[in-house]
T-cell receptor, first 114, second 116 residues
Framework: AQSVTQLDSHVSVSEGTPVLLRCNYSSSYSPSLFWYVQHPNKGLQLLLKYTSAATLVKGINGFEAEFKKSETSFHLTKPSAHMSDAAEYFCVVSPTSGTYKYIFGTGTRLKVLA | GAVVSQHPSRVICKSGTSVKIECRSLDFQATTMFWYRQFPKQSLMLMATSNEGSKATYEQGVEKDKFLINHASLTLSTLTVTSAHPEDSSFYIC????????????FGPGTRLTVL
């Protein structure tokens, strides 16, 4: 069975400081992992994805994530937060074949302080 | 590429009426489409998975007679909320995967349903 845990429901950072959003997963086989961002009343935008290639994945808007199999983690980072980064972030795990069903984390709300 | 649209973006209806939401893949053929609902400040909850030309597979606890899903073509899926009630008010989001493509879902912008 697969599951994903986002360890923080809320994260607050000051503008210009680093961002760390934590995600741990559980999977009986090598999964695909994704980070999505959702702004209020909007759909989901893909930030980045891991599909068994390079373990350090670079995404859009300066975000990156590192797949660590030994720690079953896929934490999202950004060196310097911008006000426009304030949004809800979802970590997702999915099997690499079959139905491509997504298992969503509960989400982390990022607040960026001026 | 890989754009998914939803229509309408917002809808308000009276209790007891039915509402249809369309999900279209604009520039690709979608083997599979997914329907989610999202309550305020919560994560997305998968309602059903639909494959073109076959019956949708509903998640446990989702009433298939209330949430009718039709996937008549490789670019269109519809969700009809029948006899809507205020508790059906939610944000409904669809997604689609590319036929023969990689493991990734492409999401629509969502539909805000308010039932009075």
């Amino acid at each position: 069975a697969q599951s994903v845990t986002q360890l923080d429901s809320h994260v607050s950072v000051s503008e210009g400081t680093p961002v760390l959003l934590r995600c741990n997963y559980s999977s009986s086989y090598s999964p695909s992992l994704f980070w999505y961002v959702q702004h209020p009343n909007k759909g989901l935008q893909l930030l980045l994805k891991y599909t068994s290639a390079a373990t350090l994945v670079k995404g859009i808007n300066g975000f990156e994530a590192e797949f660590k199999k030994s720690e079953t983690s896929f934490h999202l980072t950004k060196p310097s937060a911008h006000m426009s980064d304030a949004a809800e972030y979802f970590c997702v795990v999915s099997p690499t074949s079959g139905t491509y069903k997504y298992i969503f984390g509960t989400g982390t709300r990022l607040k960026v302080l001026a | 590429g890989a754009v998914v649209s939803q229509h309408p973006s917002r809808v308000i209806c009276k209790s007891g009426t039915s509402v249809k939401i369309e999900c279209r893949s604009l520039d690709f053929q979608a083997t599979t489409m997914f329907w989610y609902r999202q309550f305020p400040k919560q994560s997305l909850m998968l309602m059903a998975t639909s494959n073109e030309g076959s019956k949708a597979t509903y998640e446990q606890g989702v009433e298939k007679d209330k949430f009718l899903i039709n996937h008549a073509s490789l670019t269109l899926s519809t969700l009809t909320v029948t006899s809507a009630h205020p508790e059906d008010s939610s944000f409904y989001i669809c997604s689609a995967t590319i036929a023969g493509g990689v493991n990734e879902q492409f999401f629509g912008p969502g539909t805000r349903l308010t039932v009075l």
